[in-house]
């Protein structure tokens, strides 16, 4: 028996889609590590309940219910049938004691959030949703960009655009256009070439001003 199947006997749980694993504000006991399947994991904004983010086998989440012990800063629902490891403080706490890579491993996850989340929240500091998407694609060949002789590439989704910056597709797909009329980038299905980062931080600076003083 392999150490999954080991550990899925353990601490594992099946469960079906729909179910509702904890809701933002409640006080929580435990966290979840995804063998299987998908949660989608939501916050209230302005009444509204926003998707946060669809994490998949290998993540994991509600870690910070078991290392703050503050209430559950967002919802918990399960998106596809999903297989889960329940995970309470103690067996937390001799997991991370007894692994050093896991420990490891969880450091760089959290801090991967942190800029994420911060990175989210800059963005959303800029007024007009032409800047926000501009910013995101400079965002993204910051973080997670690869270089090629000619400027950067970078995965850049449309779908999840609304849930990330709150521009519909529409509005990322015409300014995404205007960029490439303007010769500043190049798309190829989810991909998109940045040919020159300091020309597009001229053109977010550009927009900004536009959106701060009306029509330059």
């Known amino acids: ?4 199947e080991t550990l899925f006997q353990r601490f594992g749980k099946e469960f ?3 179910t509702e694993l904890f809701r933002e504000g409640e006080i929580g006991k435990e966290m979840f590590v995804i063998q299987s399947g998908k949660i989608a994991i939501s916050k209230r904004v302005r009444d509204v ?3 946060l983010a669809v994490l998949g086998p ?3 989440f509600g870690e910070m219910a078991i290392i703050s012990n503050k209430p559950r800063n967002a919802s918990a629902v399960v998106h596809d049938d999903a297989k889960l490891l329940v995970i309470d403080p103690k067996t937390f706490e001799a997991m991370i004691r007894g692994n050093a890579e896991i420990a490891v491993r969880m450091i760089k996850k959290l ?3 942190l800029s994420e989340a911060d990175a989210q929240i800059e963005n959303l500091l800029h007024g007009d949703p032409a800047s926000r998407v501009v910013h995101q694609i400079l965002q993204a060949c910051q973080t997670r960009g690869r270089p090629l002789e000619e ?3 970078v995965d850049f989704a449309i779908r999840e655009m609304p849930r990330q910056i709150g521009v519909g597709e529409p509005a990322v797909r015409s300014m995404l256009e205007r960029l490439e009329r303007a010769g500043l980038i190049e798309r190829s299905g989810d991909r998109v070439t940045v040919y020159d980062t300091a020309r597009l931080h001229d053109f977010l600076n550009y927009l900004e001003m536009k ?3 009306g029509d330059l």
Do not use: D, L, S
């Open 1 to 4: 028996m392999g150490a999954e």
């Open 16 to 18: 079906p889609k729909g």
């Open 49 to 51: 309940e926003k998707v």
């Open 58 to 60: 290998g993540e994991f």
């Open 111 to 113: 801090a991967e959030r």
């Open 151 to 153: 400027g950067v590439e």
């Open 211 to 213: 959106w701060k003083f």
